[in-house]
T-cell receptor, first 114, second 117 residues
Framework: GAVVSQHPSWVICKSGTSVKIECRSL??????MFWYRQFPKQSLMLMAT?????????EQGVEKDKFLINHASLTLSTLTVTSAHPEDSSFYIC??????????FGQGTRLTVV | AQSVAQPEDQVNVAEGNPLTVKCTYS??????LFWYVQYPNRGLQFLLK??????LVKGSYGFEAEFNKSQTSFHLKKPSALVSDSALYFC???????????????FGTGTQLKVEL
């Protein structure tokens, strides 16, 4: 099956700094990438949908200026958490789709803001 | 709008016994249904999907799911559970692609499966 790589797997940062998470489709071209956030023992909450070369579409309640998404190529999307605070600590997961029926998920990134 | 319900937060089953993890859905068009499994601190692994065709779908690791349109259900099943099946299971639905839903998935709240010896 298709492989989606997410990096880093975990990151600890200081409050007020920015953190960038990368999501790469390794063996296919992803026309659409999705970013999710998952709180402990909860489901995945879609944050935004990004299409290559265009601005991301954010879900209601997600701050665009806080969570910057860039989808510059068909194999790479990045999520930057700007001016991170402890409440941003979470598990972030990306998925990528090539227009078919199925999306493929990265392994997730555990962000801890101290 | 599309939605998914997983009524059980946790399912406990003895190894070797059959298991069922329940899922019901609601969509406006034709449903595309998925099951994923998540191990601690990991992303989601695809198990199986229903798009069209046979109502009984077979997937990875011996799992299968039955699509029931009249009951709007897509329960995950396995004839004989293994301790290694213990994980968090998510049901997800996507509306018919022709309605413009794209690949946007809506996930259930997840069911923690615990298989004990």
């Amino acid at each position: 099956g298709a492989v989606v790589s997410q990096h880093p797997s975990w990151v600890i940062c200081k409050s007020g700094t920015s953190v960038k998470i990368e999501c790469r489709s390794l063996d296919f071209q992803a026309t659409t990438m999705f970013w999710y956030r998952q709180f402990p023992k909860q489901s995945l909450m879609l944050m935004a949908t990004s299409n290559e070369g265009s601005k991301a579409t954010y879900e209601q309640g997600v701050e665009k200026d806080k969570f910057l998404i860039n989808h510059a190529s068909l194999t790479l999307s990045t999520l930057t958490v700007t001016s991170a605070h402890p409440e941003d600590s979470s598990f972030y997961i990306c998925s990528a789709a090539a227009g078919g029926t199925e999306a493929f998920f990265g392994q997730g990134t555990r962000l801890t803001v101290v | 709008a599309q939605s998914v319900a997983q009524p059980e937060d946790q399912v406990n089953v003895a190894e070797g016994n059959p298991l069922t993890v329940k899922c019901t859905y609601s969509v406006s068009g034709n449903p595309y249904l998925f099951w994923y499994v998540q191990y601690p601190n990991r992303g989601l692994q695809f198990l199986l999907k229903y798009i069209t065709g046979d109502n009984l779908v077979k997937g990875s690791y011996g799992f299968e799911a039955e699509f029931n349109k009249s009951q709007t259900s897509f329960h995950l099943k396995k004839p004989s559970a293994l301790v290694s099946d213990s994980a968090l299971y998510f049901c997800a639905v996507r509306d018919d692609i022709l309605t413009g839903g794209g690949n946007k998935l809506t996930f259930g709240t997840g069911t923690q499966l615990k298989v004990e010896l």
